[in-house]
Every structure is written in structure tokens, then in C-alpha cells.
């Protein structure tokens, strides 16, 4: 079993920045790609940031420029820096884990998400 812990969230003002970490743990499969998704409320969950296991990146139009995803294999852990928030980026924020195994099945796992509120 896969698990992920999110951490990182909370408030900051308009113009601020946050660190989104997610440490996933268990077993974990080379062949995979993490992910940020966001749900505000009344919206549905959205993809914010992608990163594959060969480092290859892509963005939501709504982010590019002001937020980066990272991740360091050794650790498991997926890092997502926002800047420059703004108050419509307020939502929950999920770490996404997909992996294929052995039988090229994929698997799909999700955190239990992360508050971000952006306000003055």
C-alpha cells in the first residue's frame, strides 16, 4: 500500500508564497508520475502540476510562472512552491501518485489534501 502525507498549507496574504510538501511511503514503482490537484469550493478537482519519474513537468495555464513542482526520488517526496498567490488559487489541495507495477497495472493514490487560503 501507497500512502501520502501532505503538509505545507495554511494562510498567506495576496503576493505571498507556500511550500506544499507530500511524502509518499510504501511500496513505490519507477515507472510513475505525482501530481497537485486543487478543489475549491463548488469547483471540481483540478490538475495543478504534474511531474513524471524522468523529471518532465506541465502546469495549469492558471499557474504557469508563479508555481513549481519538484521532487526528490531519494525521499519520495514531491514539493510543490507557490508565489505570487492569489486569492482565486484558495483551495484544498491533493497529492496524486500513479504508478505502474510489475503487471503494468497503474494505481492511482491521493492525500488527504491540504488547506491553502489566500486573503488579506
Known amino acids: 500500500q501507497v500512502q501520502l502525507v501532505e503538509s505545507g498549507g495554511g494562510l498567506v496574504q495576496p503576493g505571498g508564497e507556500l511550500r506544499l510538501s507530500c511524502a509518499a511511503s510504501?511500496?513505490?514503482?519507477?515507472?510513475?508520475?505525482m501530481a497537485w490537484y486543487r478543489q475549491a469550493p463548488g469547483n471540481e478537482r483540478e490538475l495543478v502540476a504534474v511531474?513524471?519519474?524522468?523529471?518532465?513537468?506541465d502546469y495549469a495555464d492558471s499557474v504557469k510562472g508563479r508555481f513549481t513542482i519538484s521532487r526528490d526520488n531519494a525521499k519520495n517526496t514531491v514539493y510543490l512552491q507557490m508565489n505570487s498567490l492569489k486569492p482565486e488559487d484558495t483551495a484544498v489541495y491533493y497529492c496524486?501518485?500513479?504508478?505502474?507495477?510489475?503487471?503494468?497495472?497503474?494505481?492511482?493514490?491521493w492525500g488527504q489534501g491540504t488547506q491553502v487560503t489566500v486573503s488579506s
Open positions: 496524486n501518485l500513479n504508478h505502474r507495477t510489475i503487471v503494468s497495472l497503474w494505481l492511482q493514490y
Open positions: 510504501g511500496t513505490i514503482f519507477s515507472i510513475n508520475r
Open positions: 511531474i513524471t519519474d524522468d523529471g518532465t513537468t
